[in-house]
């Protein structure tokens, strides 16, 4: 059975830094990308950024290009997202999901290609 489990969010100042951690069980988890997606009260789930199978190509939305930083190790099974100079409008709760597509090409920010997804981990940035 497939599980991802995030970790890692919290309460942090405008301007700080959070990193944020997905651990995949139940999976051969270098055949996958991983994408990060948020979804803020009164808001549509909307993409963050993403990473492909092997690490060597990433994908972001441009409000968190130059902040944000996605990162795997796959010896691990982890995900990682670190968040810098965090913004009020990043508050959501976070979210890790699983493209098991063949293919290991640019990943995709369609959330409907992503089959498993995790539970999320809140992020609050206070002003």
Do not use: H
């Not at 301007?15 to 996958?32: D, E, I, N, P, T």
């Not at 950024?49 to 990162?71: C, E, L, N, P």
């Amino acid at each position: 059975q497939v599980q991802l489990v995030e970790s890692g969010g919290g309460l942090v100042q405008a301007g700080g830094s959070l990193r944020l951690s997905c651990v995949a069980s139940g999976v051969k988890f270098g055949s996958c990308a991983v994408g990060w997606f948020r979804q803020a009260p009164g808001k549509e789930r909307e993409f963050v950024a993403a990473i492909s199978w092997s690490g060597g190509r990433m994908v972001y939305a441009d409000s968190v290009k130059g902040r944000f930083t996605i990162s795997r190790d796959n010896a691990k099974s982890t995900v990682y997202l670190q968040m810098n100079s965090l913004k009020p409008e990043d508050t959501a709760v976070y979210y890790c999901a699983a493209d098991f597509r063949p293919r290991d090409g640019t990943p995709s920010p369609t959330q409907n290609f992503y089959t498993y997804w995790g539970q999320g981990t809140q992020v609050t940035v206070s002003s």
